[in-house]
């Protein structure tokens, strides 16, 4: 039974996205070459752990950090690598070997970090390539100085030369305004309300005050010019009654 138009259109779709999903599948490079990533998990150092270290990586000086990349079998060959380092930036390889140009190496500055690395191809169909070893820096890398470390003391001087300073003014000060209460009269502070005294005499200091001077207490609370009027006021009195009894004797 002969096979219509229709059926054969109907055939050929299934087999013209095969081939074009082989196109796809093909190099993408017309000359044969592919590129393929790195096997092993980013970012590295040449010091990671689980990195193998050798001593020496080709003609890389012992000043830089070396990196031996390799491709497995022996069918595929570099064409192409491309690497960044964290300091360094992308570098691109296009010279391999020795022995082979299934190896490939590359220097970078001590303790860089390396962030990324794809290789174009040709031969084969491996699907990554891999670091075979490093040879870490013999150099010394010198610490950052540090900036903080003389800071505290600029801030701790100027504190403790303030509060050094503060202490005299303030517990000098009460003690020369106590010590120097006198009254312009040269009668001490202290003289009690509503009994007023002359001039000069002196009255009882207030209790807990300190005397500057004055006259002593004698333990009365009467001023001493009524004391004294008062006996003044007793003799004249008894002047008076004694001239008054010897002029009634001389009567009688």
């Known amino acids: 039974m002969p ?12 087999a013209a996205a095969s081939l074009l999903l082989a196109a796809g ?39 830089q950090d070396g990196w ?15 690497v960044t380092f964290e300091p360094g930036g992308e570098k691109t390889v296009t010279v391999f070997g020795p022995p082979t140009d299934k190896h490939a190496y590359v220097a970078s500055e001590p303790g860089a970090k390396l962030t990324a690395a794809s290789a174009k191809v040709t031969g084969g169909s491996v699907e990554w390539f891999n670091l075979s070893h490093t040879c870490p820096s013999s150099a ?17 001087s100027p504190s403790s030369s303030a509060s050094a300073s503060s202490s005299p003014s303030s517990s000098a000060s009460p003690s020369a305004s106590a010590s120097s209460s006198v009254s312009p009269s040269g009668t001490p502070s202290g003289t009690p309300s509503g009994s007023p005294a002359p001039s000069g005499s002196a009255s009882a200091p207030a209790t807990g005050g300190t005397t500057g001077g004055g006259l002593a207490n004698t333990g009365s609370d009467a001023p001493v010019g009524l004391i004294a009027g008062m006996a003044a006021a007793l003799v004249g009195a008894g002047a008076f009654l004694v001239v008054r009894r010897r002029r009634a004797g001389a009567e009688g």
């Open 3 to 14: 096979i219509s138009p229709k059926r054969w259109a109907v055939a050929a779709v299934p």
């Open 25 to 63: 599948a093909a190099p993408a490079f017309a000359d044969g070459s592919y590129t393929i990533p790195i096997h092993q998990k980013l970012p590295l150092t040449a010091t990671s752990q689980g990195v193998e270290n050798q001593k020496k990586c080709a003609d890389i000086p012992s000043s």
């Open 68 to 82: 031996h990349f390799v491709l497995p079998g022996n069918s595929t060959t570099f064409v192409e690598l491309k």
């Open 140 to 156: 010394t890398v010198s610490p950052s100085p540090s900036v903080s470390s003389g800071a505290p003391s600029p801030s701790g």
